[in-house]
């Protein structure tokens, strides 16, 4: 038996993991707008910049390990990093929840981290988010300038919003400052809320909606009544829209654009679509890329419409 001034010392230091939806991340950094500059991505300057986040937030842990969970292997090599990859069927998101949960419950588990950084909008995290945080783990969940603005937010985004209220806290880098973490030049990043005035909507998210609506509104035009009424009961049960309304609205805009849509414009095309067929006003929903509520997750893969 030790004495007790000389026993030694078992304590494990504090540190800090993070878990990257790769789809979330590039959307808060408006990495796939139809206006962004190409650029050439690098996972290199993610950690950090969550470094930095962290220190301005004065929560200052070693960055043990980030998990990047995609669909599309950039077969880079960065030290401290983990790649999850997921199905590319995974229209709707439930592999990266399942493998998101699996992987933070299997952390708090072993009770080798006490802060945990979360990059995703998708609500279904929620359960696994509150275990850790009963297990007396940290919980912070990534967002954009929006978040300095929640009253805001909860009109324009409430499912996201309510998620970000269950972190502890919100940890949050300018969109553009994510955007030149992920550029292969990525250094000097800002985090903070300087910039484009918090929870305003870009200019580019106006001019989206104008592309889209007449997209949304052409299609509720030729829908039957009998399917309008059918989908007016259905909708407010629902997170996002029916598989076969969705697989229509999004060959409607593929044909409009003359391409594919990327993820802020299946968001707004979703999002307006729920507002038309439940006679919601401009007035009282979102606009552009802020519009779709976090559940809403992609179920037609990208290149099938």
């Known amino acids: 038996m030790y004495p007790k001034s000389h026993a030694p010392s078992f304590e494990i230091p504090s540190r800090a993991v993070a878990f990257l939806d790769a789809r979330f991340v590039r959307w808060l950094a408006h990495l796939d707008d139809v206006d962004a500059p190409s650029t050439s991505l690098t996972r290199a300057h993610l950690a950090p910049a969550l470094s930095r986040a962290l220190d301005q937030a004065y929560l200052r842990r070693p960055l043990h390990r980030l998990y990047w969970y995609t669909e599309a292997d950039d077969r880079a090599v960065v030290d401290d990093q983990t790649v999850r990859l997921l199905p590319a069927e995974d229209g709707d998101g439930?592999?990266?929840?399942?493998?998101?949960?699996?992987?933070?419950?299997?952390?708090?588990?072993?009770?080798?981290?006490?802060?945990?950084?979360?990059?995703?909008?998708?609500?279904?995290?929620?359960?696994?988010?509150?275990?850790?945080?009963?297990?007396?783990?940290?919980?912070?969940?990534?967002?954009?300038?929006?978040?300095?603005?929640?009253?805001?937010?909860?009109?324009?985004?409430?499912?996201?919003?309510?998620?970000?209220?269950?972190?502890?806290?919100?940890?949050?880098i300018r969109s553009a400052d994510l955007a030149q973490a992920l550029s292969a030049d990525g250094q000097g990043l800002n985090t903070g809320a300087g910039g484009q005035g918090a929870g305003q909507a870009p200019r580019r998210a106006v001019d989206l909606d104008a592309q889209l609506q007449p997209v949304v509104d052409a299609w509720w035009t030729d829908l039957p009544g009998d399917d309008r009424d059918a989908l007016q009961d259905e909708l407010p049960a629902l997170r996002g829209l029916p598989p076969e309304v969705d697989r229509e609205l999004l060959l409607r805009g593929k044909n409009a654009l003359g391409r594919?849509?990327?993820?802020?414009?299946?968001?707004?095309?979703?999002?307006?679509?729920?507002?038309?067929?439940?006679?919601?006003?401009?007035?009282?929903?979102?606009?552009?890329?802020?519009?779709?509520?976090?559940?809403?997750r992609d179920p037609t893969p990208d290149g099938e419409a």
């Not at 990534?142 to 929640?150: K, Q």
């Not at 401009?282 to 606009?287: I, K, Y």
């Open 94 to 172: 439930a592999s990266l929840v399942r493998q998101m949960s699996a992987d933070i419950a299997a952390l708090v588990a072993g009770g080798r981290v006490d802060l945990l950084v979360i990059g995703s909008d998708d609500d279904r995290l929620t359960p696994v988010i509150d275990a850790a945080k009963l297990a007396g783990v940290t919980v912070c969940l990534l967002a954009d300038e929006r978040a300095l603005a929640m009253p805001r937010l909860m009109q324009q985004d409430p499912n996201w919003a309510r998620l970000l209220r269950e972190a502890d806290r919100r940890l949050v």
């Open 260 to 296: 594919a849509l990327n993820f802020h414009e299946k968001r707004s095309l979703r999002a307006q679509a729920r507002n038309v067929a439940l006679g919601l006003s401009a007035a009282s929903v979102p606009t552009g890329d802020e519009a779709a509520p976090a559940a809403d």
